[in-house]
């Protein structure tokens, strides 16, 4: 299958400091990228959806300019969580996907981010 | 509203038993159902997928999952579980074929040797 780099694997920072973790495509061009979170033996929350060249599209009560996102290539997208909390604290996984039918999305590895 | 559901928070087999991880889902249409597995602290890898045809499909790691319409099932299973199989397993579905996964909460597999 395709793969999918995420970088960092995981990241401490300090409160108020901003993390940028980035998502790769390595094999193919992915149109759409997606960014989760997940807590601790829960289930992915998505986060927002974002398509190369154009704004992300954030889910409810997700907040744009704490997660940014940009996807300026067809197989980078980032994510920068800004003046990051304690509370942001978090598993952040990303997919990326071809945009081709039937096909299946492909995940990063994920990013723990210890805010402290 | 549209949702999955796995109802078991956890599963316990024994190595060399069959296991199954249940999966039901309530949305509208014909639905892309997928199944992603989950080490810990790692990212998802897909096990399989139906989008149409035949009702039973095979995915990797010799897992296998049916396809349920009229009781909008989609169990995930194994003849004989090995002590790697234990890990999260999550449930998707796409609903709209907008790419937008609806997730299980997922079920976590623990297999005894």
């Known amino acids: 299958g395709a793969v999918v780099s995420q970088h960092p694997s995981w990241v401490i920072c300090k409160s108020g400091t901003s993390v940028k973790i980035e998502c790769r495509s390595l094999?193919?061009?992915?149109?759409?990228m997606f960014w989760y979170r997940q807590f601790p033996k829960q289930s992915l929350m998505l986060m927002a959806t974002?398509?190369?060249?154009?704004?992300?599209?954030?889910e409810q009560g997700v907040e744009k300019d704490k997660f940014l996102i940009n996807h300026a290539s067809l197989t980078l997208s980032t994510l920068t969580v800004t003046s990051a909390h304690p509370e942001d604290s978090s598993f952040y996984i990303c997919?990326?996907?071809?945009?081709?039918?039937?096909?299946?999305?492909?995940f990063g590895q994920g990013t723990r981010l210890t805010v402290v | 509203a549209q949702s999955v559901a796995q109802p078991e928070d956890q599963v316990n087999v024994a190595e060399g038993n069959p296991l199954t991880v249940k999966c039901t889902y309530s949305v509208s249409g014909n639905p892309y159902l997928f199944w992603y597995v989950q080490y810990p602290n790692r990212g998802l890898q897909f096990l399989l997928k139906?989008?149409?045809?035949d009702n039973l499909v095979k995915g990797s790691y010799g897992f296998e999952a049916e396809f349920n319409k009229s009781q909008t099932s989609f169990h995930l299973k194994k003849p004989s579980a090995l002590v790697s199989d234990s890990a999260l397993y999550f449930c998707a579905v796409d609903a709209g074929n907008n790419r937008k996964l609806i997730w299980g909460l997922g079920t976590s597999l623990a297999v005894n040797p």
């Open positions: 094999d193919f061009q992915a149109t759409t």
């Open positions: 974002s398509n190369e060249g154009s704004k992300a599209t954030y």
């Open positions: 997919s990326a996907d071809e945009g081709l039918t039937n096909t299946e999305a492909f």
């Open positions: 139906y989008i149409t045809g």
